[in-house]
């Protein structure tokens, strides 16, 4: 006779020794999501504090009849979309070399992540010092080599490129350990039996690199766009959002929608859309890793 799971004394110690941090994580992040869901099918505002009456889907509906929320959804995607591209590519590049080098290889890959060891504020904060129009060292340097002064945050037209820039520059050492990682594992035989048919190295990378390296590409790509998707200091710090609407992605639309617009309800239902476009990705993401096994 089969015993129930539930009997098993392995199973009761297991479930005895994950209760306390299940449980941490049922208060810590939990309860903030059920609130947050309330609030958003709720009547509360900054000015009017109470969740009844409740309106169902009204705040949702609310806030995509808006089009700035369908802006902001759009940079969101196109700056999500620019800085992962940015990253794998150079990241990737970047892999290729160290892969080759053999000497101080540890040196470089401590160097490497010190961007990505930084927090996102200070280096909004160091890039907003060395962007600034009048004492700026980027406009100093260009001032020096005869170019006219640029307002990388002040113009519409540069700003989001600019901020997508600097996201490249921090992130773009997470991609670099994960891919160098990939290209460690990879084996050497199908590169010996290339050589042999006199494949060249830019053929070897075509057929035989990029093939093999592409589930682990494919988690680093993953887990940057989820990460981009829910990008909020830079644009915080470097640009609030503008000049105008140039660079108000989705995460700070809700800010901007509950806390300045004082409608907590439709800024949680912007979250919420937000929300679902990352658990998407996260799925996604967890679907890769199990075709890969």
Do not use: C, H
Not at 5 to 21: I, K
Not at 65 to 80: G, H, N, Q, R, V
Not at 150 to 177: E, H, K, R
Not at 263 to 289: H, K, R, Y
Request: glycine share 6%; no cysteine; hydrophobic share 55%.
């Amino acid at each position: 006779m089969r015993v129930p799971a539930f009997a098993d004394r392995d199973w009761r110690t297991g479930w005895a020794f994950a209760a306390p941090g299940l449980l941490t994580l049922a208060v810590v992040m939990g309860f903030p999501l059920v609130y947050a869901a309330l609030i958003s099918l709720s009547s509360l505002t900054l000015l009017k504090p109470m969740l009844q009456p409740f309106v169902g889907l009204k705040n949702f509906a609310t806030v995509m009849a808006d089009p700035l929320f369908w802006s902001a959804l759009w940079l969101t995607i196109k700056y999500s979309l620019v800085t992962v591209l940015g990253e794998f590519v150079v990241g990737l590049g970047i892999a290729l070399m160290l892969n080759r080098t053999v000497t101080m290889k540890p040196v470089y890959f401590a160097v490497l992540t010190i961007p990505m060891a930084m927090s996102p504020v200070s280096v909004a904060l160091i890039w907003r010092m060395l962007l600034q129009p009048n004492l700026g060292i980027a406009n100093q340097v260009m001032e020096s080599l005869g170019l006219p002064r640029i307002d990388w945050l002040g113009n519409a037209d540069l700003a989001l490129w600019t901020m997508a820039a600097i996201d490249i520059w921090q992130q773009t050492s997470f991609v670099v350990l994960i891919l160098a990682a990939g290209l460690a594992s990879l084996p050497r035989d199908p590169y010996e039996a290339a050589e042999v048919d006199g494949a060249t190295p830019l053929q070897q990378f075509w057929y035989i690199t990029l093939p093999m390296l592409r589930p682990v590409a494919a988690i680093a790509v993953i887990i940057q766009l989820i990460n981009e998707f829910r990008t909020y200091d830079l644009p915080y710090i470097l640009t609030k959002g503008g000049p105008g609407n140039a660079t108000e992605v989705l995460s700070f639309f809700a800010y901007r929608r509950a806390f300045l617009g004082l409608s907590l309800n439709e800024g949680a239902a912007a979250a919420f859309v937000l929300l679902l476009i990352v658990l998407g990705l996260t799925i996604l993401f967890f679907a890769t890793l199990e075709r890969r096994r």
